[in-house]
């Protein structure tokens, strides 16, 4: 047992050093998300899922460290990353929306402007909507209409669309006059 110990040395204290920065990264980047988020107000689901997308980035980043560490060639491990990624690039084009809108998502988690409750305007020529945020999720918005219809509307047409706020809720106001 020892003599494995003594055989791989260099490859378990370079891996002890990769987890430990690992998990420094995936402080900073949780505190980091935590901030914006208090700062800006948002909702803690939504800071949650930021922190899901954190933790699989972080992941990734271990796993081809760690298969570099451990002797995996650099020209093997582009070949089996290549692989995976034409497979899983030809596999998500039928399904681009969904990573269009996961996207969507965190850019709006970062710079949305309006909180749930306010009411706002979506001016789309085809489907203009009128509705109260009820709800904002890693692919759509949920909205409701003053008719009580519930809308949800995909975040990647939000990023395309442009939103004008109606009136902001009372509880999210920061001290500035509603519009």
Do not use: C
């Not at 998500?92 to 850019?107: D, M």
């Amino acid at each position: 047992m020892t003599n494995v110990f003594l055989t791989y040395q260099t490859e378990l204290s370079i891996t002890a050093g990769v987890i430990i920065f690992m998990l420094i990264l995936r402080f900073a980047l949780k505190t980091t998300a935590n901030r914006v988020g208090k700062r800006e107000d948002i909702n803690i689901g939504r800071i949650n899922l930021m922190f899901k997308y954190i933790n699989v980035l972080v992941i990734f980043i271990a796993i081809f460290l760690m298969l570099l560490i451990w002797g995996v060639e650099a020209s093997r491990l582009a070949l089996v990353f290549s692989s995976v990624f034409a497979v899983l690039g030809v596999g998500l084009f039928a399904i681009w929306s969904i990573l269009s809108n996961i996207t969507s998502g965190v850019i709006l988690f970062f710079s949305f402007p309006y909180k749930i409750g306010d009411k706002i305007q979506i001016h789309d020529k085809d489907f203009p909507i009128e509705a109260t945020i009820e709800d904002i999720r890693a692919f759509q918005l949920h909205l409701r209409t003053a008719d009580g219809e519930l809308i949800t509307y995909p975040n990647n047409l939000l990023l395309q669309k442009p939103v004008s706020l109606i009136k902001k809720n009372p509880l999210n106001d920061d001290g500035s006059d509603a519009v």
